[in-house]
């Protein structure tokens, strides 16, 4: 149990919800397994996104006839333009630049999905709808001890993260191929990675949870995250929260995607 709560607790805050409209400005190859792309857009002044692993709704034109349906933010809630609901896929935002109205999403690449079947064959000008974040957790950054644990869908979130920690001990047990993972976030210092291979976070979490035997946790100064599928990090949270008896408000559990 924590000792010490105030001021230490992550925080939540609300932003105004706003859909926003925006074009690809640029686009990266990234790692062999990521776009990287760059939108731009007047929308996107006023664009605030306060916590490390914030999502914002990317929602997509339609497959079919490449309209953007874009819904409007009115009194009585949220309206569709002609009922229809585009699709959409939660996305962190990696940079935001303000002075350029820039925001920088990085998008996995797998055997199919809407969201990578798109940013295969995405070019400057293609547009887009962004929406939120809605909310934002502010996690502060000096805990003594971290601890993460994610897969490929997290590491955007992640090394959004390592750029306001700098030099601060933290330990990563990444399901990601290491040639991968390390072409990705680079060898940053002060970094202790287990690679555990892509792909394997559902079938690898017990023999996770038996190396966590061997950490010792500290009682109190500490932050663990836990991203990826959602059955396995469900599985993660119980096992921190429940056989550690590791305080609630420092364990941070977000299912990225559902193996269905």
Known sequence: MLTEKTGRA?????????????EVIAKTFVANSFYRIEFGGEALAGFNSAGFDDHVK??????ATGELYLPQVTEEGIVWKDGIRPLARD???LYFNAQKNRLTLDFYLHESGVASDW?????PGDRLAIGGPRGSLIVPEDYA???????????PAFKR???????????????VDAAQGKA????????????????????????LIADLDKVALPTDDYFIWL?????????????????????ADFVRAVAYWHDK
């Open 58 to 63: 990317v929602f997509f034109p339609d497959p």
């Open 227 to 247: 991203t990826g599928e959602g059955a396995a990090v469900k599985q993660l949270s119980d096992y921190f929260i429940g056989k550690r008896e590791r305080d």
């Open 91 to 93: 996305y962190t935002p």
């Open 119 to 123: 940013a295969v064959t995405a070019h």
């Open 10 to 22: 992550p925080r939540r805050v609300r932003n105004e919800l706003r859909f926003r409209p925006v």
């Open 161 to 175: 993260r390592l750029t306001s920690l700098g030099d601060r001990p933290v330990r990563l047990y990444a399901f």
């Open 184 to 207: 990705y976030l680079g060898d940053p210092p002060n970094v202790e990675i287990v690679w555990l291979g892509s792909g394997k976070m559902q079938a690898g979490v017990g023999s």
């Open 145 to 155: 001890f971290q601890l993460y644990v994610c897969d490929e869908t997290g590491l």
